[in-house]
């Protein structure tokens, strides 16, 4: 919901069949563009009945752009049943040609578990995205280094894999 032409508010809702167990949480936040090259955004989820789900997920997000590319900057913290997890990450997306875009993206993650503290990950992911039709794009990525940033499970939360894992990723932010 539009409160002013630089403010927004907004709902989320996530509903997700993971483990076999069905999980939801809820939340919402607000954007400010505080120019017309410069976005914040905050968003709160909460789901207290999930076991694979955060249980709690705070993101705050900073975008600006200038020229042909769009600088990025997020903090997000889950708080999972049985551990926490902080990321910082930095990004830049440029626009190549107007249907063409590149992004890559640097993610440190530090864990923390009832009995570990302090797992240290390090993640890299390029993108590209292609425009096939006005409002219709492709989109393919690479991430290298650990599992996919935006699908952190309890399960992988405490562990230090160091593979190698190719995804695409068809969202349109994260």
């Given at each position: 919901?539009?409160?002013?032409?630089?403010?927004?508010?907004?709902?989320?809702?996530?509903?997700?069949?993971?483990?076999?167990?069905?999980?939801?949480?809820?939340?919402?936040?607000?954007?400010w563009?505080?120019?017309?090259?410069?976005?914040?955004?905050?968003?709160?989820?909460?789901?207290?009945?999930?076991?694979?789900?955060?249980?709690?997920?705070?993101?705050?997000?900073?975008?600006?752009?200038?020229?042909?590319?769009?600088?990025?900057?997020?903090?997000?913290?889950?708080?999972?049943?049985?551990?926490?997890?902080?990321?910082?990450?930095?990004?830049?997306?440029?626009?190549?040609?107007?249907?063409?875009?590149?992004?890559?993206?640097?993610?440190?993650?530090?864990?923390?578990?009832?009995?570990v503290?302090?797992?240290?990950?390090?993640?890299f992911?390029?993108?590209?995205?292609?425009?096939?039709?006005?409002?219709?794009?492709?989109?393919?990525?690479?991430?290298?280094?650990?599992?996919?940033?935006?699908?952190?499970?309890?399960?992988?939360?405490?562990?230090?894999?160091?593979?190698?894992?190719?995804?695409?990723?068809?969202?349109?932010?994260?």
């Amino acid at each position: 919901m539009r409160l002013a032409e630089t403010v927004r508010v907004f709902g989320r809702w996530q509903v997700e069949k993971k483990f076999n167990r069905t999980e939801n949480r809820g939340g919402g936040g607000f954007e400010w563009r505080w120019t017309p090259w410069g976005t914040l955004t905050t968003q709160v989820l909460i789901g207290n009945d999930d076991l694979v789900l955060p249980q709690r997920d705070y993101l705050a997000r900073v975008d600006y752009g200038y020229h042909r590319a769009t600088y990025t900057g997020v903090v997000r913290y889950f708080d999972f049943f049985g551990a926490n997890v902080t990321m910082i990450s930095p990004g830049v997306t440029v626009a190549v040609t107007p249907r063409w875009t590149l992004s890559g993206r640097y993610a440190f993650t530090t864990t923390d578990t009832a009995t570990v503290t302090g797992t240290d990950n390090n993640t890299f992911d390029v993108r590209a995205a292609r425009q096939v039709v006005p409002r219709i794009w492709v989109r393919g990525g690479y991430g290298a280094l650990t599992t996919s940033i935006n699908s952190r499970s309890t399960r992988s939360a405490g562990s230090t894999p160091i593979r190698r894992t190719p995804r695409s990723n068809s969202s349109f932010r994260h």
